[in-house]
């Protein structure tokens, strides 16, 4: 699992040019699936079981990134952001570009040195020295550039967020001896920048129910209060977040098949942020949806931080939700 996780984590595909990524996890589900598709925005769409309740599981394939808005006459490269990048993770950070090109950012100087430049004030140089040398194009996108770190329990990458939540739905679809329901494990394009595939994808399925598999924030940090999220206690069951309210029978659902199989997990009231059940939730004339979260330090950073348990757990939990009959 660490294997696939570290394959998953390394590929470039943030939102809207998610081919390298969809590509990697085809091949892994391929021999698992019962039909697979890809939809029109690029959403990877996978069945297991038919005839059943119609369950939609979202993980979202594409991570936050940059996108080139201006090359200058001494060839750097300007570049506005693809989702929620913050400008102190990028002073000194590794990018690779769509194209393979890997470049790194820096900023006009500073008023004073412990300030936090603006995006507007930072740059890529990627060895060029003029327009006419450098090789990036307006509208090439790039990704941040940092290796898989396995701690043991605990792990490390870039775009844990949410290339977690596809190793969770993989695994769980490998670990279904078989299921009661029809199930479609999609996974989605362009979450970072508002949800985009999950909503097309939900519509195009209209599912009975469903849930997504994201990350979540922590409380166990230094300085962190009032969120009582770890790493290592158990998935989480969402209950709230920025953006929507779990279906009460959905968290029910998780709740009692948890304790029924004896898991570990967390109740989750997250303040900012969404994930893609959000858009599932109001398609069409609404859906009962919720979410399993994986918690996650250090999110929409270079360095994403997860527990291995949780992720397992995570796992466990989602394969006995869909092995199941459900009644909401
Ligand atoms: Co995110
Ligand atoms: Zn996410």
Not at 69 to 75: A, L, M, T, V, W
Not at 82 to 95: C, D, E, K, N, S
Not at 295 to 322: F, G, I, W
Request: charged share 25%; hydrophobic share 40%.
């Amino acid at each position: 699992m660490k294997q696939l996780l570290k394959k998953l984590t390394e590929t470039f595909s943030p939102s809207g040019y998610e081919s390298a990524i969809r590509d990697v996890i085809r091949a892994e589900v391929t021999p698992l699936a019962d039909e697979i598709r890809v939809d029109a925005l690029g959403n990877l769409i996978i069945r297991k079981g038919q005839g059943g309740k119609k369950i939609m599981i979202a993980a979202h394939m594409d991570e936050i990134g940059l996108i080139a808005s201006h090359i200058d006459e001494h060839g750097f490269v300007r570049f506005t952001t693809v989702g929620g990048v913050y400008p102190q993770m990028l002073m000194g950070a590794r990018v690779r570009f769509h194209s393979g090109l890997p470049g790194v950012i820096y900023n006009e100087p500073l008023e004073k040195p412990t300030d936090t430049p603006a995006i507007e004030k930072m740059f890529i140089d990627v060895g060029a020295t003029s327009r006419k040398d450098c090789p990036i194009k307006v509208g090439e996108v790039a990704a941040f550039e940092r290796p898989f770190l396995d701690l043991g329990d605990r792990l490390v990458a870039k775009s844990m967020d949410d290339r977690i939540g596809c190793l969770v739905a993989i695994e769980t679809l490998r670990a279904l001896k078989s299921t009661p329901h029809e199930i479609y494990f999609v996974f989605t394009t362009q979450e970072e920048v508002g949800t985009r595939g999950a909503e097309t994808s939900a519509f195009g399925l209209d599912p009975d129910l469903g849930f997504s598999l994201d990350v979540t924030g922590w409380g166990d940090t230094p300085g962190r209060k009032h969120f009582d999220i770890a790493l290592g206690k158990g998935p989480a069951i969402k209950i709230k977040d920025g953006g929507m309210l779990a279906d009460p029978r959905i968290i029910h659902w998780m709740v009692t098949t948890a304790e029924k199989a004896r898991l570990p997990y967390q109740r989750e009231v997250l303040l900012g942020g969404t994930t893609d059940a959000r858009a599932m939730q109001l398609v069409r004339a609404g859906v009962p949806v919720g979410c399993i979260s994986i918690p996650c330090r250090y999110v929409h950073s270079p360095s994403e931080m997860v527990d291995y348990n949780d992720v397992q757990n995570a796992v466990k939990l989602a394969t006995a939700l869909l092995s199941n009959p459900v009644e909401l």
